[in-house]
Every structure is written in C-alpha cells, then in structure tokens.
C-alpha cells in the first residue's frame, strides 16, 4: 500500500472527483475485495484522449479519464469504471469487453472472463 502513494503513482485529478466520485469507486472495490473468497486484481490508471491538456512548467499531461479495472481471478469476473477526470457522477461498470473496445486496454491478456458484476 506505501507503494501506491509514490510519486511516480499520481497524475493530476479533478479534485472534486478525487473526493468524491473515484473515493466512492475506491471503497466499493475495497470491500469487494474483503469479501472475496480469492485473489481479486485491480488495475487503476489514467486515459489521455486527444485533446488532453497539460499543467506546469514541466507540460505535465492530464488526463482525460480514469480507469479502475477488477479482476475476480475465483469467479472469473471482470469489471470496470471509466470516469471523466472531471466532476461528474458515478455510473454503473462496464463489463471487460466494453473497457477494452473503450480503452484498447487488454489488461487481463489470456485471461477467462465469464462474466461481470453490477455495482460491487
């Protein structure tokens, strides 16, 4: 957990959906997590669509979304939320095939998914 608070894990967020929105997404996952019987995967990480801006001297990039990605390796599940890096309102996940068509992120490689889960 220390590792996920290094510098080199940040990238600037609206900070009305840090507080809010990507919270709310953090603690659902969180006890998701708790109360799954094995392994559960999350990838988390930025999307720079075109048009993406930048902030600083040093040009650092915003991004334009966030992702959140959970992988329940027992059940074989898989989920996703993709958020505007902006204020806005939580919405339901998307299943793994709908976050790759989305992202072109194949996180999960050869992995089985039979499915996915409403609001965790």
Do not use: C
Request: charged share 25%; glycine share 6%; net charge positive.
């Amino acid at each position: 957990m220390a590792q996920s608070f290094a510098l080199s894990n940040m990238v600037p967020q609206d900070p009305t959906n840090n507080r809010k929105i990507w919270s709310k997404v953090e603690s659902d996952v969180r006890k998701f997590a708790k109360r799954a019987d094995g392994n559960v995967f999350v990838f988390t990480g930025p999307l720079f669509d075109s048009g993406h801006t930048t902030i600083g001297d040093n040009k650092v990039w915003v991004p334009t979304r966030l992702f959140k990605l959970v992988y329940d390796a027992s059940s074989k599940r898989a989920w996703a939320y993709v958020l505007p890096n902006a204020e806005t309102r939580i919405e339901r996940p998307m299943d793994y095939d709908a976050f790759v068509k989305s992202t072109g992120l194949k996180l999960l490689g050869n992995l089985p998914v039979t499915g996915s889960v409403g609001r965790s």
